[in-house]
């Protein structure tokens, strides 16, 4: 299988690299989630945000380089295509992941400036983005929460929107990025 993609199938590059987004994804969400089973304050709780914070960075990281890939190869055409409603909301629905993985990890790292925190990145501490304000921060971190709440249905209705196409449709728009056996 070739690294790049063809007008048929995505290469193994960008196949890997959307893996690697949902295993990051997962870790992102069950970091912030585990927090939960901790009390506030311990040191454990700490290290589940910390995680959390850190995991998120590397999406924001990696996203560069999945827009990049994106946008430097051609996107495989489905067999048998879509209408022109399904393509439309193919790429809607795309754009608002991208922009998801992109715009929470910079909330993130705002929440953290604005509150004076550290920002931690596998040993780095990374610059603020802007000075501390409590206030800000607050309204920073309600909205973080709440999109990523909707994060959730977002990549649940694309994790079913991919097993519609393959099972009720029947095109190849999973297999397309489904690594070869």
């Known amino acids: 299988m070739s690294w790049k993609n063809t ?3 995505y290469g193994s590059l960008s196949i890997k690299m959307h893996w690697l987004m949902v295993f990051l994804m997962v870790l992102v969400f069950a970091s912030i989630e585990g927090r939960q089973l901790f009390e506030k304050g311990t040191e454990l709780r700490d290290l589940f945000k910390m995680w959390h914070f850190m995991l998120g960075l590397l999406v924001l990281a990696l996203m560069t380089a999945r827009v990049y890939l994106r946008f430097s190869q051609v996107t495989p055409k489905i067999m048998p295509p879509l209408t022109a409603v399904q393509e439309l909301g193919a790429k809607a629905a795309h754009l608002m992941l991208y922009v998801f993985m992109i715009a929470m990890p910079i909330a993130g790292w705002l929440i953290l400036s ?31 929460e709440t999109v990523g709440e909707i994060g959730y249905y977002l990549i649940g209705l694309h994790a079913i929107a991919a097993l519609v196409h393959h099972y009720v449709q029947k095109d190849d728009t999973l297999l397309r990025m489904l690594p070869k056996k």
């Open 7 to 9: 007008e048929h199938r």
């Open 114 to 144: 604005a509150e004076g925190k550290p920002v931690p990145f596998f040993g780095l501490e990374l610059p603020p983005l802007i000075d501390t304000n409590k206030e800000l921060a607050e309204s920073i971190e309600e909205l973080h």
